[in-house]
């Protein structure tokens, strides 16, 4: 770090994104990780969501009734989806609808530091968006969650694989069919061979009823994807 970047940290302390209180360097303040604990077990094997309690892990209702296109999801961080207050849900928000990208860094090492699966696979894949969302938002944000992961791990990041094919409504609000129609065929893979035979882990911001990593998901296997893992920075609990 440069002198005059350490003389303004001095005289104008970094604050945190989500309540500002100065801290001695940029990103979550610790008060605020407090409250941002890892994933544990009890939780479902497959789409990993975390049960109350103690336990051993078992599958949930869902994944019983109907098994994910994705081999297994997991998430570095859960949250109850009716509390817009948690700090992670607040920076979150401020990331993609403030379009705030100073966040990037931050989340992107959260999701880095907090990665609760082996990162082996052949190709990393960000959830894409629609040309039309990224012109308003200016930017990605699962991909630039991503670039961390894939350079520590030295893993190929590819964010072209998939293409978002046409726009989608907002899945804020939507009840679990209600995502599962509007994100229906919204995705496809730009070249088969890209990914034929390799695994993928896909990778986005939130996990909410997972309707969205599920349809990128079934593209990908159709494709020809030997696996495919999901990763996400949070879980949004709807219960």
């Known amino acids: 770090m440069s002198l005059g970047r350490h003389v303004l940290d001095f005289f104008f302390p970094p604050g945190c994104p989500v309540c500002d209180r100065p801290g001695k360097q940029p990103g979550l303040c610790a ?3 407090s409250q941002i604990p890892p994933v544990r077990s009890p939780l479902c094997p497959v789409c990993g969501i975390p049960f109350p309690g103690q336990g051993p892990d ?9 098994r994910p296109r994705y ?22 928000h401020r990331y993609k609808y403030g379009r705030d990208v100073t966040l990037a860094r931050t989340l992107g090492e959260l999701l880095l530091t907090r990665c609760p699966v082996p990162v082996t696979h052949d190709l990393l894949v960000p959830v894409p968006l629609h040309l039309r969302r ?9 991909l630039l969650l991503t670039r961390p992961l894939a350079q520590r791990c030295g893993a190929r990041l590819d964010p072209f694989v998939l293409a978002r094919t046409r726009p989608t409504s907002p899945q804020v609000g939507l009840d679990e069919a209600a995502r599962r129609r509007n994100i229906a065929g919204a995705f496809a893979v730009r070249d088969p061979a890209v990914v034929r035979r390799r695994s993928v882990l896909l990778i986005d911001d939130v996990y909410t009823t997972g309707a969205t990593v599920e349809e990128c998901a079934r593209v990908l296997r159709r494709a020809g994807a030997s696996r495919v893992d999901v990763l996400v920075l949070a879980r949004a609990v709807l219960q």
């Open 71 to 92: 081999a297994q999801a997991r998430a570095c961080a859960v949250y109850h989806g009716g509390d817009p207050d948690h700090p992670l849900a607040r920076a979150l």
């Open 31 to 33: 008060p605020c990780l």
């Open 58 to 66: 078992h599958h949930c209702s869902r994944c019983l009734a109907r």
């Open 134 to 142: 990224l012109r308003w938002r200016g930017f990605n944000q699962a």
